[in-house]
């Protein structure tokens, strides 16, 4: 079993910036893939970000070149950094880990955009 934490949500005015944290415990394989997925209400759960275990990256095109995702393999810690703030980044944002074709998700935390 695989647990994972995110922490690092809140609310931001427009332009601003967040930095979101993952932290997975539990049987964590060495070849896996993390990322972060988000919902927004009365919308359906879309990919973010993801990140593989060798540091292969993947964006959404909605956020390339504003946010970015990293990973310490070591910590076992997975991030997100968030720039250039949108009212439509607004959402809960989930974090993924996957290894062994098995899908973990973390409770989510709730990002807000807002003036």
């Known amino acids: 079993q695989v647990q994972l934490v995110e922490s690092g949500g809140g609310l931001v005015e427009p332009g601003g910036s967040l930095r979101l944290s993952c932290a997975a415990s539990?049987?964590?394989?060495?070849?896996?893939?993390m990322g972060w997925y988000r919902q927004a209400p009365g919308k359906e759960r879309e990919l973010v970000a993801d990140?593989?275990?060798?540091?292969?990256?993947n964006y959404a095109d909605s956020v390339k070149g504003r946010f970015t995702i990293s990973r310490d393999n070591g910590k076992k810690m997975l991030y997100l950094q968030m720039n250039s703030l949108k009212p439509e980044d607004t959402a809960v944002y989930y974090c993924?880990?996957?290894?062994?074709?098995?899908?973990?998700w973390g409770q989510g935390t709730q990002v807000t955009v807002s003036s």
């Open positions: 990140i593989s275990s060798g540091g292969s990256t």
């Open positions: 539990g049987t964590i394989f060495r070849i896996n893939v």
């Open positions: 993924y880990h996957e290894q062994l074709r098995r899908a973990y």
